[in-house]
């Protein structure tokens, strides 16, 4: 009896052992990539100053002038229409799902967002080749009185918003499920119509699990490479409009890194570029987090 008192607790504390050593992993992951990414860029940074490397748009490589700004602007148009995009769609689709379509309506469209979330991203960016990019060059941008080839910002967050849906929608599915049933009685017995009782119960309720469904969009948006590299342009300037082209932080790196690898100075620029685009993601998060946070004590 005692050697197997012995024997269970052995295997408890192997077990413990394994899961504090598992999550010890996962917590120094983001310490581990940005310390490589910043001993990789160290080469740079001992060039340049910081400020010189993100506030300036001259990209001109051979000649020693890596400015990032260009970059950094054209990601952040794409990341922040892209969501403009998808952001109501998810929204409005999650709402009818869950409280207006028949159940079985919901349990068809599980697996479609799940195909649609499964999709390579390359497959999306022929699309966008396809379909989008003449649309917007023969069709939306004669309206506006401009003429482009179709491959611009706008192009990038379409082709970019229908592959973030289904990642935000999944996630408003499930808050929306998630609100009881008792908060939406007690609202429409007193009085409130079904819409008002959504506007001002459930969407309320589900606030911090919206406000994460759009963080971890951005988060998927501002990392996307191909497909928004395939439609986008890649142009190194500062785009000043939705019809002109960009040249967002992942797709500088997916283009360009492969071939510069003997170039130390380039090298060390790419993974500089990888090391700003890790750290806005962490921001991105980060902020949204406190958000979630201070929406809650609202809510409660």
Not at 219 to 232: C, D, Q
Request: charged share 10%; net charge positive; glycine share 8%.
């Amino acid at each position: 009896m005692a050697r197997f008192r012995i024997g269970r607790h052995l295997r408890s504390r192997i077990h413990l052992v394994w899961m504090v050593v598992s999550l010890m992993i996962i917590l120094l992951l983001p310490f581990i990539l940005g310390i490589g990414l910043y001993v990789k860029s160290i080469l740079l940074l001992e060039e340049k100053s910081l400020w010189e490397l993100l506030f300036s748009s001259d990209w001109r490589p051979l000649s020693g002038n890596f400015g990032f700004l260009s970059f950094a602007i054209s990601s952040l148009w794409v990341t922040a229409l892209s969501l403009l995009i998808a952001g109501p769609i998810c929204l409005l689709t999650a709402i009818h799902l869950t409280h207006y379509a028949k159940k079985w309506v919901l349990q068809i469209m599980h697996p479609v967002i799940d195909i649609l979330a499964g999709i390579p991203s390359v497959i999306f960016g022929v699309w966008g080749i396809l379909v989008i990019v003449p649309f917007i060059s023969r069709y939306v941008a004669p309206i506006f009185g401009i003429e482009t080839s179709g491959y611009t910002i706008l192009t990038g967050s379409i082709v970019l918003a229908v592959m973030i849906i289904p990642f935000i929608l999944n996630i408003m599915i499930d808050v929306f499920k998630m609100i009881p049933d008792e908060l939406k009685e007690a609202s429409l017995s007193l009085g409130a119509s079904k819409w008002q009782t959504i506007k001002l119960v459930v969407i309320r309720k589900a606030f911090p699990g919206i406000i994460s469904a759009f963080g971890l969009g951005i988060s998927r948006a501002f990392g996307e490479t191909i497909a928004v590299l395939m439609v986008v342009g890649n142009v190194a300037k500062i785009p000043t409009g939705v019809f002109q082209a960009g040249y967002p932080l992942p797709a500088l790196i997916a283009n360009n890194y492969g071939e510069m690898l003997s170039i130390p100075m380039y090298d060390s620029a790419l993974m500089l570029a990888a090391l700003i685009l890790f750290c806005v993601v962490l921001i991105f998060n980060f902020l949204s987090r406190i958000l979630i946070m201070r929406s809650e004590k609202i809510t409660n």
